[in-house]
């Protein structure tokens, strides 16, 4: 048994749309250590969620895996059949996403739902079901889980449902969990307390996989973060290293972004540019359209993954060469 | 996945194929005896007294005094009921005798008082058939109810009765032969509120009991062994209701009927199909009855009689038989069509001649599109009839005169005619008995009669020959006078155009041998008349 | 919910009401004799005015109508004119037929209808969705009498697996159901594929994969549910004019329905058949509304009154 619940190696996903093959994930490789939290952090369309989509194998038409390594304490899921494949969803993995509004059933009471996780993958009676689901209500902290059990989605506040999925995702005490920008649509004050139950839940064993566009929430509850950038790692390095010492110009840019916010500046530092178009990417450096340190070598050639530190792995021709600003 | 569903269609496929040969192949074969055929419409009653055209049922479940069948060739009144008769000098007084021990199919006895009730009822009820009883003395008192009884009519003892009526008509015994003359049970009728609509109800003395009716559906006839006559080859008759023309064809390409009434189907079918696979199983009969198109002599151009000539001269009518019926109607010259007694081979028509017609018209001082008139029709007229018109006013158009279709709904049709207001119209007659006052007295025997059907004919004197011809005794003497009208009404007035006598087609299936057509061509029959293999 | 339904039901009431009303008066302002239509071509002025009094046509329309709404509330729909039986009876007998006719087309129809729609919407593209979508296009566009003739020729008159008509038996009513519901299956189908193919897109189907649903599973517990929701509405509307009466299908296979008993009374002016259907077609559709809202709120919490 490795040290790593979840690693990931040389994963490339893409979209086989009527104008060509979109590699939204490119040569992708990260780890999940045991009881750890990981973050991707990067823009929408940067390719984390596909990535993280790509380990469920729950990629959306016309979205394909097309190679790549997914192991999950071990074992490889990107060998197993759809049938093993579905025994693994939300027993041994399961996910949260985006929006607790719209990733519920309409028509099917709260509980039911949550339950209806434990009776696919374990052959216990419906009232053993109800009594875990119950249980489980009152660890993510919904009140009344009795209520709530007989509630319907719309009954629910915001806060409350996105508890039910955090429920339906725990029931079965997965060895990992990946929520995809769990709190992109919740309140503040919501956000914190679902990041809280988030990271109390890794204490009882189980690792997580969280992506997100909000530095603020990585920095809050990752040990450790990679960054994304046109479907490709950019920069990875524990949580504090990243934050303290970013490499990537990238990575700064966005850096710059949010402590300009914070300060209140009167202008916000941004990134110039968008996101480059992946159907055609520049030759070099991805991100070299929108580098402010471009340099020759940037427009023709894609710099490697670069060592630069303990942990600290930087895609970048001027890594070394004082990324910091 | 995939797998799984190519095994689940090919489960689907092969259930229905199984379920599919699970179902026997439906028997076409027939019990013996039985005559099955088909009509487009369900009958609304069973009731001579409440309907002028639903006549399959009462014929063969009831009798009445006398028939009209064909004998030789012609339709002859034979004795039916009635055994023997005589008419006193005047032609007013008629003593019949009834045939002995003679029961209705409950068993009760058929005597000369259920058939005074019979008269009776047919003027008291709410009935459609008043005319013939109204003929009889007292007729008139008892409808408007100033009388209790029907004072022409006594009952000697219960097989002897004798009539009295009130002007001489010299077709009364014809007429004594229409279905509406059906002789029904007096004690029947006075328990029994369901006559006419439950089978249990309808109790006559024909050949056939009713057993089922069921609405839309179908009904069923069957033997009567009360019946006095000789018994039929047919013992059970079921008349399926079968709306749908193409329908009847395929079940009678199937042999589920023993008879198809080929004037329901299109007549290319019948042409393509029928003449050509069953050229010896079809059966011809004239419709007696005649086709005319009509003229009001109110409207400004129609009341003058060289406009009505010129029409008549611009209708090439044996285009129209053989376009239309394929050749399968008779060309007529007059009122009275052929099949009826008094008809007159002799009758010299109107030839089709458009320059003619334009030159009439130029004479009569009109210039070249002036004359103008609506030709009103019906617009539940079959596809047929339909096509006449376009035909007519195409062939009107072409001398001159701008006669433009209108279209009406049947009810709306039926008010504008009887209001007289209608200024031309395409129609038919159906002989109702053989008896030429059947269509003479109807159309022209009184101002009101042409009024009802649009016509206005002014001359006032002529009706009145009309209405005194019934009253001829002597059958030579009322032919003359019938076909001297007649040459009036065609020859000299024009008060319409005669077109045609349709011919009705039946055919019958396989285990029929013979199948006699009603004399008048109805689709109606006698199934005592059909002799099956 | 319950004064809901009384509510309900008394509009329903109002309704027929109204309907009745405006049936009646409509029936005796248009132009037109019914009594002379029912007498045909050999009848005479005095005979037709004779039955118009027997009939009591002739006395003022509120007189009329307030004995027809009272002899109504006895079940008394009065004597047709042009079958010589009780309105009340032959729409008996009729509706009979029609709900046989009805229930098999709804069956024959939803479940190759839904059947269709979901293996094409689950295998997008594939050669069942291709052949499915091109047979429910025939299915949309093909005129029933069509389709019922072909029926009739292939299964009836050449294969003689099935009577060409009439109702002796219930084998008889299987062609017609199949015509009848051809057309629904069509519509039903290509709903249920659009429906389901926006339902796939929804987030709670990936919620429903990712805590180890299969396919069958997705559908059947979570995208069905919430699928049928648009196809219930249109399955009441079906089943509403399926009760109505189907006159082409009714006349092509001689079946006594309620759509054929109204044309003939339409054609035949026969005024109590005439007014009998009509308050009979719009029952059924208040009550086809009624079932499908109430299915509705079974169906979708989320309209469902709070207590």
Known sequence: MGQNMLEVRHLCASFFTQKGEVKAVNDVSFEVPRGRIVGIVGESGCGKSMTVRSVMRLLKYPGKIVSGEVMLDGRDLMRLSGREMAAVRGAEVSMIFQDPMTSLNPVMKAGKQVSEAVRIHQHVSSEEAKRRTLEIFEAVGIPEPARRYDSYPHQLSGGLRQRVMIAMAMICRPKLLIADEPTTALDVTVEAQILRIMKNLCGTGTSVLIISHNLGVIAQICDYVYVMYAGRIVEQADTFTLFEHPMHPYTCGLLNAVASLRLGREKLDTIPGVVPNLLHLPEGCSFSLRCEKCSGICASKMPDLMKTGEGHMVRCHLSGKGGES | MNRTFSKITLAAVMACMAAGSAFPAVAAEAEDGVFRTAVLYDISTMDVAKTTDNYLVPMNIFDRLFETRVVDGSAEVVNSLCTEYSVSEDGLTYDFTLKDGI??????????????????????????????????????????????????????????????????????????????????????????????????????????????????????????????????????????????????????????????????????????????????????????????????????????????????????????????????????????????????????????????????????????????????????????????????????????????????????????????????????????????????????????????????????????????????????????????????????????????????????????????????????????????? | MKYNILQRLLQAAAVLLGVALLIFVMLRIVPGNPIATMMGEHADAATIERMTAELGLDQPIPAQFCRYIADAFRGDFGTSYSLGKPVSQLMKAAFGNTLKLAVLAALFAWILGIGCGIIAAVRKNGVFDHLFMGVSLLGVSMPVFMVAMILQYVFAYHLHWLPISGTDSIKGFILPAVALGWNSAGSVSRLVRSTLLDILQEAYIDTARAKGRRQWGVLGIHALRNALLPVVTMMALQISSLLSGAVITETIFSINGIGRLAVQAISGRDIPLLQGTALFSTAVVILGNFLADCLYSVLDPRIRKEA
């Open chain 2, 103 to 533: 029961v209705f199919s409950n068993g009760s006895a058929l005597t000369a008082s259920d058939v005074k009730y019979t008269f009776e009822r047919l003027l008291i009820a709410a009935s459609e058939n008043t005319d013939i009883p109204l003929e009889v003395v007292g007729g008139e008192a008892l409808m408007k109810k100033e009388a209790e009884e029907l004072a022409g009519f006594s009952v000697t003892d219960d097989t002897h009765f004798s009539i009295t009526l009130s002007a001489p008509n010299a077709g009364f015994l014809a007429e004594l032969s229409a279905p509406a003359m059906s002789i029904v049970d007096a004690e029947t009728m006075a328990e029994a509120d369901g006559f006419g609509s439950e089978p249990s109800d309808t109790i006559g003395s024909g050949p056939y009991v009713v057993t089922e009716w069921v609405a839309n559906d179908h009904f069923t006839l069957e033997y009567n062994d009360k019946y006095w006559g000789e018994e039929p080859s047919v013992k059970k008759v079921i008349v399926y209701v079968v709306p749908d023309a193409s329908t009847q064809n395929l079940m009678f390409q199937n042999g589920e009927l023993d008879m198809i009434d080929l004037q329901n189907l299109d007549s290319a079918i019948v042409e393509s199909s029928y003449k050509t696979t069953w050229p010896d199983q079809i059966i011809t009969n004239p419709k007696v009855g005649l086709t005319y198109l009509t003229f009001n002599e109110n409207n400004e151009y129609l009341k003058d009689e060289r406009v009505r000539k010129a029409v008549g001269m611009a209708l090439d009518v044996d285009m129209m038989i053989e376009s239309i019926y394929s050749g399968n109607a008779l060309r007529e010259h007059g009122i009275i069509p052929t099949g009826i007694w008094a008809h007159n081979d002799e009758m010299e028509g109107i030839a089709y001649d458009p320059d003619g017609a334009r030159a009439l018209l130029a004479e009569a001082g009109y210039s070249e599109g002036e004359v103008a008139f609506e030709l009103s029709m019906d617009s539940a007229a079959d596809s047929n009839t339909q096509l006449l018109y376009q035909i007519i006013s195409q062939l009107l158009d072409a001398v001159g005169i701008k006669a433009g279709i209108r279209s009406y709904d049947h009810s709306a049709w039926l008010d504008l005619r009887i209001s007289g207001e209608m200024d031309s119209f395409v129609a038919r007659w159906g002989m109702d008995y053989n008896d030429p006052a059947n269509i003479m007295y109807t159309f022209f025997g009184s101002p009101e009669n042409t009024k009802q059907r649009s016509l206005n004919y002014p001359d006032t004197e002529t009706m009145a020959r009309v209405s005194a011809a019934r009253a001829i005794v002597d059958d030579a003497e009322r032919e003359a006078e019938y076909q001297a009208l007649e040459q009036k009404l065609i020859g000299e007035d024009v008060v319409w155009v005669p077109l045609f006598e349709e011919l009705h087609l039946y055919c019958i299936g396989d285990r029929v041998e013979s199948f006699t057509p009603h004399w008048a061509g109805f689709s109606d029959f006698y199934a005592s008349d059909v002799v099956l293999k």
